[in-house]
């Protein structure tokens, strides 16, 4: 038995303490994987904000679309790992090179194409009223975020293989070492440490050092995954020739690319609802001043750092949901997705709780205008109320995902953030002159909206889906 399958696998009708056993050992070094990209990100705007309150502003306006774009694009990615976890499930390991060739093709298409967006980034921060110092700048960080954003998508493509099949080890490790290398290259570029370089970079220099590493994160994973095969005998028959992958890139992945496609439209859109949202907090954020800004991206940040809770549990969720289908095992599709919906809201609930007893240490930590510490503590307390609630909403979309429900989650999404967070953010912000801290409040709406959607949804569609595999006969192991 594979490490994926050891980990995946609860056996037949197993007790939660067993599911949430296997979902802990799986999400873990995917949690520290996932932050690893939030933490090179978070590094980067701690960067701009000691070089600058102009400096963050700008790197929180430049990165807030991008953001979206990217996120929208990882959601789309995550078909990837459903169907490479169906089809270990299903004991078909070989099936899982024409998913990563199918996701590589997917993935350097999706990032050329949003990446140029890009370069509009400028006219439009200007367009939605933002200052016009702050916009020139964001809208370098916009264009030089583009630039690896490829890299970025290739990236997570071939670490949700290795995560499928039991090697996320590997991508904690290679997000470790990048981390460690954007530190000390943000200190020496951006801040100027050791007198190396004559004039700090600021935002724009700490967004092209993380730009520069997401490429590098990609070949460094590509070339282990091909070592990897050679070195245990291509069970996933990734090891191909030049043709097989030619091929594959003009017809986009063949089938497992359409599948891609049709899955991931979804979940990349119900991602991109939500980051959408935030986006607009983000510019509702910059009509109410510098400050308002650096505040709420200095929030944001770690509200982003404590959904890596999350992301980690959504992602092993889903695969023990999908290998659970795979399996036809019923009983383990629904307890695989509580555990990892339950684990979530008690991870990052802790993490909520410090950001409501240390708010202004935490603020302190990200930027140091005294104006916009005032500003964060406030809205880093209010937001640690909500994080539990955020967590459960991101690993119930995970174990949605695994049984291949898709577009109904994306119109809960859809209401959940644009029919109650974002105007209700505008209501409190601006009407009722809340201004910050009413913006997270409506951050909050839609989240607990959402969650009150979210559950309900995958009590139906797991028990839709067990019935189903329960009248099927299970695959061989």
């Given at each position: 038995?594979?490490?994926?399958?050891?980990?995946s696998?609860?056996?037949p009708?197993?007790?939660?303490?067993?599911?949430?056993?296997?979902?802990?050992r799986?999400?873990?070094?995917?949690?520290?994987?996932?932050?690893?990209?939030?933490?090179?990100?978070?590094?980067?705007?701690?960067?701009?904000?000691h070089?600058?309150?102009?400096?963050l502003?700008?790197?929180?306006?430049?990165?807030?679309?991008?953001?979206?774009?990217?996120?929208v694009?990882?959601?789309?990615?995550?078909?990837?790992?459903?169907?490479?976890?169906?089809?270990?499930?299903?004991?078909?390991?070989?099936?899982?090179?024409?998913?990563?060739?199918?996701?590589?093709?997917n993935?350097f298409?999706l990032?050329?194409?949003?990446?140029?967006l890009?370069f509009l980034a400028?006219?439009?921060f200007?367009?939605?009223?933002?200052?016009?110092?702050?916009?020139?700048?964001?809208?370098?960080?916009?264009?030089t975020?583009?630039l690896?954003?490829?890299?970025?998508?290739?990236?997570?493509?071939?670490?949700?293989?290795?995560?499928?099949?039991g090697?996320?080890?590997?991508?904690?490790?290679?997000?470790?070492v990048?981390n460690?290398?954007?530190?000390?290259l943000?200190?020496?570029?951006?801040?100027?440490?050791?007198?190396?370089?004559?004039?700090?970079?600021?935002?724009?220099?700490?967004?092209?050092?993380?730009?520069?590493?997401?490429?590098?994160l990609?070949?460094?994973?590509l070339a282990?995954?091909?070592?990897?095969?050679?070195?245990?005998?291509?069970l996933?028959?990734?090891?191909?020739r030049?043709?097989?992958?030619?091929?594959?890139?003009?017809?986009?992945?063949?089938?497992?690319?359409?599948?891609?496609?049709?899955?991931?439209?979804?979940?990349?859109?119900?991602q991109?609802?939500?980051?959408?949202?935030?986006s607009?907090?983000?510019?509702?954020?910059g009509m109410?001043?510098t400050a308002?800004?650096?505040?709420?991206?200095?929030?944001?940040t770690?509200?982003?750092?404590v959904?890596?809770?999350?992301?980690?549990?959504?992602?092993a969720?889903?695969i023990?949901?999908?290998?659970?289908?795979?399996?036809?095992?019923?009983l383990?599709?629904?307890?695989?997705?509580?555990?990892?919906?339950g684990?979530?809201?008690?991870?990052?609930g802790?993490c909520?709780?410090?950001?409501?007893v240390?708010?202004e240490?935490i603020?302190?930590?990200?930027?140091?205008?005294?104006?916009?510490?005032?500003?964060?503590?406030?809205?880093?307390?209010?937001?640690?109320f909500?994080?539990?609630?955020d967590?459960?909403?991101?690993?119930?979309?995970?174990?949605?995902?695994g049984?291949?429900?898709v577009w109904?989650p994306?119109?809960?999404?859809?209401?959940?953030?644009?029919?109650?967070a974002?105007?209700?953010?505008?209501?409190?912000?601006?009407?009722?002159?809340?201004?910050?801290?009413?913006?997270?409040?409506?951050?909050?709406?839609?989240?607990t909206?959402?969650?009150?959607?979210?559950?309900?949804?995958?009590?139906?569609?797991?028990?839709?889906?067990?019935?189903?595999?329960a009248?099927?006969?299970?695959?061989?192991p």
């Amino acid at each position: 038995m594979t490490l994926v399958a050891s980990l995946s696998v609860a056996g037949p009708g197993s007790s939660y303490g067993a599911h949430v056993d296997r979902t802990i050992r799986l999400a873990a070094p995917i949690i520290v994987a996932r932050a690893g990209l939030v933490v090179m990100i978070s590094v980067d705007s701690i960067m701009a904000g000691h070089a600058g309150q102009l400096d963050l502003a700008a790197f929180g306006l430049g990165v807030a679309p991008l953001m979206t774009l990217m996120l929208v694009c990882l959601g789309a990615l995550q078909a990837t790992v459903v169907l490479a976890a169906q089809a270990i499930g299903r004991g078909e390991p070989a099936a899982v090179g024409a998913v990563l060739r199918a996701g590589v093709v997917n993935a350097f298409v999706l990032g050329c194409l949003t990446g140029a967006l890009a370069f509009l980034a400028e006219p439009f921060f200007l367009l939605t009223g933002q200052d016009p110092a702050v916009s020139a700048t964001a809208g370098r960080v916009a264009e030089t975020f583009a630039l690896g954003l490829p890299g970025l998508l290739l990236f997570i493509t071939v670490n949700l293989i290795l995560e499928a099949t039991g090697r996320a080890r590997t991508g904690m490790v290679l997000m470790a070492v990048a981390n460690v290398l954007n530190l000390i290259l943000d200190g020496i570029l951006v801040l100027g440490w050791h007198g190396l370089v004559a004039e700090g970079g600021g935002a724009v220099m700490a967004t092209a050092t993380s730009s520069a590493l997401r490429w590098g994160l990609f070949v460094a994973a590509l070339a282990i995954v091909l070592a990897d095969a050679r070195r245990t005998g291509d069970l996933y028959a990734v090891r191909v020739r030049a043709a097989i992958w030619i091929a594959a890139a003009l017809d986009l992945g063949g089938e497992p690319g359409r599948v891609i496609r049709r899955m991931g439209l979804p979940m990349g859109l119900a991602q991109g609802v939500e980051s959408a949202a935030f986006s607009a907090m983000m510019f509702f954020a910059g009509m109410l001043g510098t400050a308002a800004l650096a505040a709420h991206q200095t929030t944001m940040t770690v509200m982003s750092l404590v959904y890596m809770n999350a992301v980690g549990l959504a992602g092993a969720t889903s695969i023990r949901v999908g290998n659970a289908v795979g399996r036809a095992v019923p009983l383990d599709v629904a307890r695989a997705g509580w555990s990892g919906i339950g684990l979530g809201g008690l991870l990052s609930g802790v993490c909520g709780l410090m950001m409501i007893v240390y708010p202004e240490t935490i603020a302190r930590l990200v930027v140091s205008d005294p104006e916009a510490v005032a500003v964060a503590t406030d809205t880093l307390r209010f937001a640690g109320f909500f994080t539990a609630f955020d967590a459960m909403m991101g690993v119930a979309m995970g174990a949605l995902r695994g049984i291949g429900d898709v577009w109904m989650p994306l119109v809960l999404q859809s209401a959940a953030f644009w029919i109650a967070a974002v105007p209700t953010a505008w209501l409190l912000g601006f009407h009722l002159e809340y201004g910050a801290v009413g913006l997270f409040a409506g951050i909050g709406a839609g989240i607990t909206a959402s969650l009150a959607l979210l559950l309900p949804r995958f009590h139906v569609a797991s028990g839709r889906v067990a019935r189903a595999l329960a009248s099927k006969p299970r695959p061989s192991p």
